[in-house]
């Protein structure tokens, strides 16, 4: 049974950075596409970003240019670093393992959830 675990969330300004991490345990990310998604209060929840196990990415219009997502199979762990961060990025993000599809990820595992707060 895969696990995943997020770290990394917090509190930022706007324009500010942070870089979220997912770490796979009880199976090798290896077998899996990973993504992540987001949850804004009241809103439905967002596919914004995947990497398959070779490294094609896929990233959401709300996020293309500013965030990055990376993976290291040596450590199964994902990353995602956001860059420009705009008080609309505030959700909780949560990392998904599942397969890679043409408009993103289908997800077949779920992480707990990290909070992210983009405020001045």
């Known amino acids: 049974q895969l696990e995943l675990v997020e770290s990394g969330g917090g509190l930022v300004q706007p324009g500010g950075s942070l870089t979220l991490s997912c770490a796979g345990s009880?199976?090798?990310?290896?077998?899996?596409?990973i993504g992540w998604f987001r949850q804004a209060p009241g809103k439905e929840r967002e596919g914004i970003s995947c990497i398959s196990y070779g490294g094609n990415t896929y990233y959401a219009d709300s996020v293309k240019g500013r965030f990055t997502i990376s993976r290291d199979n040596a450590e199964n762990t994902v990353y995602l670093q956001m860059n420009s961060l705009k008080p609309e990025d505030t959700a909780i993000y949560y990392c998904?393992?599942?397969?890679?599809?043409?408009?993103?990820?289908?997800?077949?595992?779920w992480g707990q959830g990290t909070q992210v707060t983009v405020s001045s």
């Open positions: 998904v393992a599942g397969k890679m599809i043409p408009s993103g990820i289908l997800p077949q595992y």
């Open positions: 009880g199976n090798t990310l290896d077998y899996y596409a």
